[in-house]
């Protein structure tokens, strides 16, 4: 069976996400950040979204680990800014209702979504630029960068919370990250 880590960054909708995979009937485990990284034994990673970028414990070390990770919100914004891309505070600010438009639809972590999807949002920074090797993968009217990955490296974000009812197809993100960590 495959198991995933769910890392806490102190988010609200943390625990959203480990019950959202637990009722997808995976083995999930919800860890701090501060858990050492030869502690962490799972085929997959999802740094979940919180308030401080400056509060993210060992989540760089954890893109090391070599297993596939989906970082949602500022998990999304972790891998950016340890990987070379740019963050910074939004336009905007997205605390809200968001469309957002699949423009990389061939990705194996959003590519089956509807071309333009309903999602929740709740942030004030945002990815201006993503790192080499990645791709934009969804974009809306408040935000240039919704997702991003790096199918090579297994490396995938999410600016918006799948977890959460809001979102139309909110499973459907939780299932493909589970298709590509198995």
């Known amino acids: 069976m495959t198991r995933i880590d769910v890392v806490d960054n102190h988010g609200q909708f943390t625990h959203l996400e480990h019950r959202a995979l637990r009722d997808l009937g995976v083995d999930v485990e919800l860890i701090d950040n501060t858990t050492p990284p030869a502690a962490v034994d799972a085929d997959g990673l999802v740094l979940s979204g919180g308030p401080d ?32 891309g740019r963050v910074d505070a939004g336009d905007y600010g997205g605390y809200a209702d968001v469309t957002v438009e699949i423009t990389g639809d061939t990705d194996p972590l959003i ?11 709740s942030h004030a920074d945002e990815v201006k630029e993503v790192p080499d090797g990645f791709t934009r993968t969804a ?17 995938y974000g999410v600016q918006w919370h799948p977890e959460v009812s809001h979102t139309e197809e909110g499973e459907a993100v939780f299932e493909n990250f589970l ?3 198995e």
């Open 53 to 84: 970028i400056d509060d993210i414990g060992n989540c760089p070390d954890y893109l090391d680990l070599d297993v596939p990770v989906l970082g949602i919100c500022l998990g999304m914004q972790i891998i950016a800014d340890e990987l070379g």
């Open 111 to 121: 590519g089956s979504l509807a071309p333009e999807t309903r999602v929740w949002a």
């Open 139 to 155: 974009k809306s009217d408040v935000c240039g960068v919704e997702a991003m990955s790096d199918a090579e490296r297994d490396l």
């Open 179 to 181: 298709e590509i960590c």
